[in-house]
Nanobody, 129 residues
Framework: QVQLVESGGGLVQAGGSLRISCAAS????????MGWFRQSPGKEREFVAA????????????TYADSVEGRFTISRDSAKRMVYLQMNSLKPEDTGLYYC??????????????????WGQGTQVTVSS
């Protein structure tokens, strides 16, 4: 089993920055994808960013939603088993509950919720105008 715990959410003004974190524990995998999704009330869960990692090759790829490209950066610390999402130039439309997720074989593109096997409980990000 895998446990994912998000942290670092909060309230920030538009134009500001925030970094949220995801701590992973439990099983490890030779290749996997870690992703960030967000969800606002009344909306479907939306892809934000993902990074695919291979023990052999290291970071294989990163991908971002068009709406966050150039503003958000996903990164990971393998020693700490952490994944981060650095969010800059935040906009009110970035508001939502941000979820960390793990795809245990890293075989997909990482952009669809159905590809992921494990989910955290989420951390709230609120951007005020």
């Amino acid at each position: 089993q895998v446990q994912l715990v998000e942290s670092g959410g909060g309230l920030v003004q538009a134009g500001g920055s925030l970094r949220i974190s995801c701590a992973a524990s439990g099983r490890t995998f030779s290749r996997y994808t870690m992703g960030w999704f967000r969800q606002s009330p009344g909306k479907e869960r939306e892809f934000v960013a993902a990074v695919t990692w291979s023990i052999i090759w290291g970071s294989v790829s990163t991908t971002y939603a068009d709406s966050v490209e150039g503003r958000f950066t996903i990164s990971r610390d393998s020693a700490k088993r952490m994944v981060y999402l650095q969010m800059n130039s935040l906009k009110p439309e970035d508001t939502g509950l941000y979820y960390c997720a793990l795809d245990a074989d890293g075989s997909g593109r990482g952009r669809e919720p159905r590809e992921y096997d494990y989910w955290g409980q989420g951390t709230q990000v609120t951007v005020s105008s």
